[in-house]
């Protein structure tokens, strides 16, 4: 079916639009009127795979294996509904926090170009395209963190380029390493050869090296050097969108192929991608500790986040993976939530250091509602969508006696817990300290800085209250990835 | 044939690894070209090499085995998507060069406090 | 650089690149060429001149056109999507139409040339694009 590759058709639409579109407000509308029609697709996408079945379509009329084949599944699906989401509300966001430094078409163009790489990586069933919709997303991004083009974001955008390039050379490798032992590209097919045959050690050197290109793009321990470096000098827009989306692609590909096609040697991946997990929390959490920049608190908070999906495909059970996923749209949704805060706050006073800045709680209580809302949700209260996620990774964890990374993740929770309360406390409750004005730009809020907070904390709230409906689309995903015969019969009849 | 292309690929892996180890950035950009031809050319002899036979040729005779098009297809796109990620790393150091006047990688310690 | 030889039969070369660039697109269908190499040809053989002369002959309007031209091949490259989609062929697919034209006679034209001829105007799009950031400082 065709509507299964309108999640690129639609942002490539766009894309030709704002490349004729010189600077208006009309590209803004235009960019919005763009998100709710990726919404609505894909809301209709995951509500056909429900009803119908996995969705194929072999682009260009070619049979898999042969030919490119687009794929939508349930764990697609879902991807596909939170990047939706996100992209919305970045949309109406960008309104008040693009206007004045950048030319419009640029930001808009890119942006466009981005979703379009995501989406793509998430619906592809061609490992080959997947390493082009990943190319896809690293230019665009390229771009976007140096839009500006201040001494701050051209250090941070070569930091970002050496290492993602340098991963993005690994995945090709590790791809022409597999091509040569399978003959193949096509992802079911390739499950089909790796599950029948146990030749691991044949598969290990490519295993390898795609583990250290994903771990790369989605920041897990040792790799992650590059996200602090860059994340917080872009425009707060954008880093916003790069933490909902970029490391999330990352660890979708990495669930994506720990799950379908490396499955040889599983006791030795396994236990590295748990030890992996465990050191990235901690590290991610403790590094946010010792910071005061918001940005950077929150940068450092995405890296120990990222421990806690690896966790759940480590552990490896239905139940697990399913935690992995919700934890994985809990944290795109709340994340983005923070920053969009963290670039509000910054806009009311006017500077990102959390010791220049106070008093926001009598000032605006309603950004303050804003706030706790995501925090909390981060930290993982009940009844909010993090209290859950957390849960159930705790739980399938304990059930299948991975104690040591129970314990680091609950340690990370509390450092979790700590660091939102340090912004808190010195964002909101601490009296605005002497010498600095409480509105030095004379900023005032219009709907367009809250109401993206709003809806992305709505759907945090209503996550952790209809949590048990999640949960069933995330266990769904997760008992399909594990045992994925649907998915390669689709694909491959 | 493998053998020799395996020997070179070795080389400019040696190469690309010792130049991204260097402490200038355009050096480093010219390592990242050597990796991106090393890495071009493995997955160029994944399948192998056949030498002297066509891919799928209109009225070509079939003796023998034919060349695998998919590694040359995949060789193709990996080439132009790394011009394109070359051009950008040196459009990007130029304006930081013109921004700031140095090509010190050690010097960039501004982002990481 | 500064070779009068080269300076001199600049125009010349350029309209054998040009030409060149040509042939390369239309034969790239079954034959070594195709789109991507004529469009890098074609938008070297224009930005030519700067490496002849100084980066400043070149006319520095073509920065504003490479947006253009960039979104010209994107369209073509969509268009090129269209007929598989109305005559319910699987995405993609590639359709043929053959006619015949006077003088030339018949013509087999489809999807997949328009398809080249996109990549050919956004490839050139993008060698002006790449030259511009990479000769004028912002």
């Not at chain 3, 009068?4 to 034959?31: C, D, M, P, T």
Request: charged share 10%; hydrophobic share 55%; aromatic share 14%.
């Amino acid at each position: 079916m065709i509507t299964t590759a309108l999640p690129i058709l639609v942002p490539f639409v766009f894309i030709i639009v704002f490349l004729f579109l010189r600077s208006s407000r009309l590209t803004q509308w235009l960019s919005l009127f763009g998100s709710s029609i990726l919404v609505v697709v894909s809301v209709y996408l995951y509500s056909r795979v429900t009803s119908i079945g996995i969705q194929v379509l072999h682009v260009g009329g070619w049979k898999a294996p042969f030919g490119i084949s687009l794929v939508i599944d349930h764990l697609s699906g879902i991807m596909l509904l939170a990047t939706s989401v996100i992209v919305l509300s970045i949309s109406v966001y960008s309104f008040s926090y693009i206007e004045k430094q950048f030319p419009f078409s640029r930001f808009y163009l890119f942006f466009f170009a981005l979703i379009m790489g995501v989406n793509g990586a998430f619906i592809t069933g061609d490992i080959f395209n997947l390493y082009v919709w990943f190319e896809v997303i690293l230019m665009s991004s390229f771009v976007l963190i140096t839009l500006g083009s201040k001494k701050a974001q051209l250090e941070g955008g070569i930091k970002y380029m050496a290492l993602n390039i340098f991963g993005s050379l690994l995945f090709l490798a590790g791809l022409g390493l597999l091509y040569g032992q399978t003959g193949t590209l096509n992802m079911a097919h390739l499950a089909a050869i790796l599950r029948e045959e146990q030749h691991a050690l044949q598969v290990n050197p490519a295993t390898i090296l795609f583990f250290v290109a994903f771990g790369i793009k989605a920041a897990v321990f040792p790799l992650f050097f590059w996200l602090p470096a860059s994340y917080h000098t872009a425009n707060i827009t954008i880093t916003s969108l790069f933490s909902g989306l970029l490391t999330k692609v990352g660890v979708y590909a990495l669930i994506r192929v720990f799950t379908l096609f490396f499955v040889q040697d599983q006791h030795f991946w396994h236990n590295l991608i748990l030890i992996i997990a465990g050191l990235t929390m901690l590290v991610g959490g403790l590094a946010a500790t010792s910071q005061y920049e918001t940005r950077k608190i929150l940068s450092y908070h995405i890296i120990s986040q990222i421990g806690y999906m690896i966790m759940g495909l480590g552990i490896f059970t239905p139940l697990a993976v399913a935690g992995a996923i919700f934890f994985m749209v809990h944290n795109m949704v709340a994340k983005t939530n923070t920053f969009l805060i963290s670039g509000v706050i910054s806009r009311l006073k006017g500077t990102y250091q959390l010791k220049e800045v106070g008093g926001l709680f009598i000032q605006n209580p309603l950004l303050a509602i804003l706030f706790i809302i995501p925090a909390l949700s981060l930290a993982g209260f009940p009844p909010l969508s993090g209290f859950f996620a957390k849960f159930i990774l705790f739980k399938s964890g304990i059930e299948n006696h991975n104690y040591l990374i129970t314990a680091a993740a609950l340690l990370t929770a509390m450092l979790t817990l700590y660091s939102m309360t340090k912004i808190w406390i010195e964002a909101f409750l601490k009296k605005q300290p002497d010498g600095t004005e409480a509105n030095p730009a004379q900023n005032k809020l219009s709907v367009f800085d809250i109401l993206p907070s709003a809806i992305l904390g709505l759907i945090s709230v209503a996550m952790g209250v209809f949590a048990g409906n999640f949960f069933g689309m995330c266990l769904e995903a997760a008992n399909n990835l594990i045992n994925p015969v649907l998915y390669i019969e689709t694909m491959l009849q | 044939m493998e053998i020799t292309l395996a020997i070179l690929i070795g080389l400019l892996y040696a190469v690309g690894a010792y130049m991204i180890l260097r402490r200038s950035i355009l050096k480093f950009i010219i390592g990242i070209i050597f990796l991106s031809n090393a890495t071009n050319l493995l997955v160029f002899i994944s399948s192998g090499i056949v030498a002297g036979k066509p891919v799928f040729v209109k009225g070509a005779r079939i003796d023998g085995p034919l060349a695998d098009p998919l590694p040359q297809a995949l060789v193709l796109t990996a080439i132009v998507i790394g011009l394109g990620i070359v051009v950008f790393s040196l459009a990007l150091k130029y304006k930081f060069f013109s921004e700031t006047g140095t090509d010190d990688l050690d010097q960039l310690k501004k982002t990481d406090e | 650089m500064n070779s009068i030889i080269l300076q001199l039969a600049e125009k010349y070369i350029r309209w054998i690149f040009l030409i060149f660039s040509v042939i390369v697109l239309i034969r790239g269908h079954n034959q070594p060429g195709g789109g991507f190499i004529a469009g890098l040809l074609a938008g070297l053989a224009i930005i030519f001149k700067g490496f002849a002369f100084t980066p400043g002959h070149v006319n520095p309007k073509l920065e504003n056109r490479s947006q253009i031209l960039i979104g010209a091949g994107i369209l073509a490259i969509a268009l090129s999507f269209i007929p598989s989609v109305l005559f319910g062929q699987p995405f993609m697919q590639g359709s043929w139409f053959i006619f015949s034209l006077p003088a030339i006679g018949s013509v087999k034209a489809g999807t997949p040339f328009l398809f080249d001829i996109g990549v050919f105007l956004a490839i050139t799009g993008v060698v002006f694009m790449f030259f511009f950031s990479l000769t004028t400082p912002k």
